[in-house]
């Protein structure tokens, strides 16, 4: 898709506003977008309030963590694409860039066998105990005992939550250590789920035969706080529990409840709920999940590797690079809206 790309570059300049990254430079959106006869504008944007003056005559914006919402859409006078640089675009307000006649695009398939692994190894790392053995063992302590209890993964049950194509690959792994895996998906048949080897059941059903739940959930109003306190305490006692989906599909205080209550064995989170990359200034002290030794955060890395990156990055660039010079685009996330607008 991005191999080989050639652009008639347009001779009005276009503004391309980046607006944040935390790659080192973005020397890669350059050589696509100025070769598509556009300039590019780097930012590091911690408030949608640092966009307001770039809004206006900017053709398009390209968002890593920066919210690009109806108070920044409503300025832009000359937008014609907003692109993220990865899947999600619930800190894009898409609705309103349709109202406004605005294309809005995401990067698909640039990471799934990287969350994929970063799940699995979470998971393997807290049903193995490693952090307790490592924690002891430094401290002089040699003995089996020092990670008790652990549990045959074999014949025991993972619950994932979120069935798409990160979902089936965390499956495909899972079957592997011979563990029985269940799906909650409310927007997936059935068939497709045992086709990758999984049962989709209820949430419910999920909640209380899973041993270990892998949460892989976008972020969207009906998921925000999808466990919370009510769905922690239908939770099997001693489960664990991994997310490398969004960070606010969970509720953390009341997950603070069920590990230090001790119904929860333990968790592995990807994100916390406040999301610190979206912050202007953040530190753990914030959120007491933090002091908790049966907790492992990772700083919303699942998606990482270099390959994943720069995949991410030549995408996104390419699709505004399409968009500004009449091509289709890859991957659009509002086309269908527009098309019905126009129709």
């Known amino acids: 898709m991005t191999d080989q790309l050639t652009f008639t570059p347009r001779t009005d300049k276009p503004k391309v506003v980046i607006t944040d990254y935390d790659f080192g430079d973005v020397s890669v959106e350059k050589g696509i977008l100025e070769a598509a006869g556009a300039e590019v ?10 966009l307001f003056d770039v809004a206006p005559d900017c053709a398009a914006m390209i968002n890593q963590y920066a919210r690009i919402g109806k108070d920044t859409i409503s300025r832009m006078q000359e937008c014609e694409v907003i692109a993220r640089y990865g899947v999600g675009v619930d800190i894009v307000d898409v609705a309103t860039a349709t ?3 605005i294309l809005v ?8 066998e990287e969350v994929a692994d970063h799940a699995i190894a ?8 490693l952090p307790d053995y490592d924690r002891a063992t430094h401290k002089g302590i040699w003995k089996w005992q020092s990670g008790q209890p652990i549990n045959r993964l074999r014949g025991r049950t993972m619950g994932v939550v979120s069935f798409g194509k990160i979902g089936q690959a965390i499956a495909a792994r899972a079957h592997a250590f011979g563990v029985n895996v269940i799906a909650f998906d409310p927007f997936l048949p059935a068939e497709v789920a045992a086709r990758h080897g999984a049962e989709l059941v209820s949430k419910a059903d999920l909640l209380a035969r899973s041993d ?9 109003p009906e998921t925000r706080h999808f466990l ?19 960070g606010p599909t969970v509720d953390n205080e009341a997950l603070y409840r069920a590990l230090t209550e001790g119904h929860l064995a333990s968790a592995g989170l990807d994100d916390p709920e406040e999301e610190p990359a979206k912050r202007a200034n953040w530190s753990p002290d914030d959120n007491p999940i ?53 129709a």
């Open 41 to 50: 504008i780097a930012l590091q944007a911690k408030h949608e309030e640092d």
């Open 99 to 101: 109202e406004r006649r």
């Open 105 to 112: 695009t995401n990067v698909q398939d640039y990471c799934t």
């Open 122 to 129: 979470l998971w393997m790392t807290l049903a193995r105990k």
């Open 212 to 220: 270990y739940i892998l949460m892989q959930a976008p972020m969207t």
């Open 228 to 246: 919370s306190d009510s769905e922690f305490a239908a939770m099997k006692p001693g489960a664990i529990l991994i997310n490398t989906g969004r």
């Open 290 to 342: 933090f002091t908790l030794p049966n907790v492992l955060v990772t700083p919303h890395a699942a998606y990482y590797s270099e390959e994943s990156i720069l995949a991410a990055r030549v995408t996104a660039a390419t699709q505004v690079a399409k968009v500004l010079t009449g091509q289709k685009p890859d991957y659009t996330v509002n086309a269908d809206a527009l098309a019905a607008l126009t």
